[in-house]
């Protein structure tokens, strides 16, 4: 065992005697990660109140430094078994709340992608507006998609539903990583009036994403506006009187 | 009669040892102890929730503690049926070890390799 881990081990036995009385202050990250912890453990209370009760000892005996090393260690020891059990457990509430965070994306994504429908000339001349149109307006429509479906995939599962919404985030990644090539503008199609019309939507066929956009943008940032909806929603779900939530 | 792996078996005998008393840091220590290597909070906190599941360990939650970050503590006891499973494995180990041969004294460091270079 290290000397932090001998330190939390001799103090358990003692029933914590040596202990600090009150739990160390977490700085920004810490926060997050213990966020995120929330956001995949069933009962927080139990892990992150053995993990803060652990890192208090280590403090008392170790110092501020050693007690973070070993704060930091058991954090990223715990995710994996945290992913595993939770799936291994509810695979059907996960699932249930991947399913309804897609329909939720795919409805913001439709919406918004039919705010942006552009008209053009006879056939759709690439110009400056239409192109940042297209780029930004395009994948600020996906990301905000992202964020929506991550956290509703997350209020959906509740159980582990930081888990629900990293799932969503992965999947998202890999269906923008697997055609990451579109670079076709149009065709677009005929508007009533003689025009011609193209759509701005994930759904359509006009589109036209530079490579260099889609594969960093999309395969990294998609999943990870996913996942931070997932953390809003752990958050908020967090924030509200234990009373009211499952 | 359910079965259980070696760490569920080491968390079992580690919550019979602090009966109603027994919760995830000072389970993790008794486990430490036993093995020689100190599983992760994780990995404690997930077996006693597996545990939990099979019916072999029940649980309350005490008060919130100052020095958990104002969190409450979740605390074990064995179920008659984690008992019939403790006995089972006693038996069945008793068993296995009367069965074996002399083995002697612990071999020293270094000891098999040199028998395998031979």
């Known amino acids: ?246 | 009669m359910l079965s259980v792996g070696v760490l569920e078996l080491e968390v079992l005998l580690a919550v019979g040892r602090h009966d109603g008393e027994a919760y995830g840091l000072l389970v993790r220590r008794e486990v430490s102890v036993a093995r020689g290597r100190e599983p992760s909070v994780g990995a404690i906190y997930t077996t006693l929730a597996r545990l939990e599941d099979k019916g072999l360990v029940e649980s309350r939650t005490t008060d919130p503690l100052p020095v958990r970050g104002g969190r409450s503590r979740r605390e074990y006891q064995l179920t008659a049926a984690a008992r019939d499973v403790l006995a089972a494995e006693r038996a069945r180990a008793e068993r296995r070890w009367a069965t074996a041969p002399s083995l002697g004294s612990a071999p020293a460091p270094g000891a098999a390799l040199r028998w395998r270079q031979a």
């Open chain 1, 1 to 246: 065992m290290s000397g932090a881990d001998d330190a939390v081990a001799g103090a358990a036995g003692r029933g914590s005697a040596i202990s600090a009385d009150v739990a160390p202050t977490l700085g920004r990250a810490a926060r997050i990660a213990e966020l995120a912890l929330a956001g995949l453990a069933e009962d927080e209370d139990e892990l992150l109140g053995d993990l803060t009760e652990g890192r208090a000892q280590v403090e008392a005996t170790s110092g501020p430094v050693a007690a973070r090393r070993w704060w930091r260690s058991q954090v990223v020891r715990a995710v994996p078994r945290l992913v595993i059990h939770a799936a291994a457990r509810h695979a059907g509430w996960l699932l249930l709340g991947g399913l309804a965070g897609a329909v939720a994306g795919l409805a913001v994504t439709t919406a918004l992608g039919a705010g942006i429908t552009a008209r053009a000339g006879d056939f759709p001349p690439v110009t400056t507006r239409t192109f940042v149109l297209a780029v930004v307006g395009h994948g600020l429509a996906l990301l905000l998609a992202g964020v929506a479906g991550g956290a509703i995939a997350a209020l959906v599962s509740r159980r582990a539903p930081l888990l629900a919404a990293a799932g969503l985030g992965a999947l998202n990644g890999l269906l923008w990583l697997s055609h990451p090539y579109y670079s076709t503008y149009g065709p677009g199609r005929p508007a009533p009036d003689g025009g011609w019309v193209i759509a701005f939507s994930p759904t359509s066929p006009d589109l036209l994403f530079p490579v260099l956009w889609e594969l960093p943008t999309m395969a990294i940032l998609m999943p990870a506006a996913t996942v931070l909806g997932g953390l809003l929603a752990v958050g908020w779900m967090r924030s509200r009187p234990r009373d009211a939530t499952l």
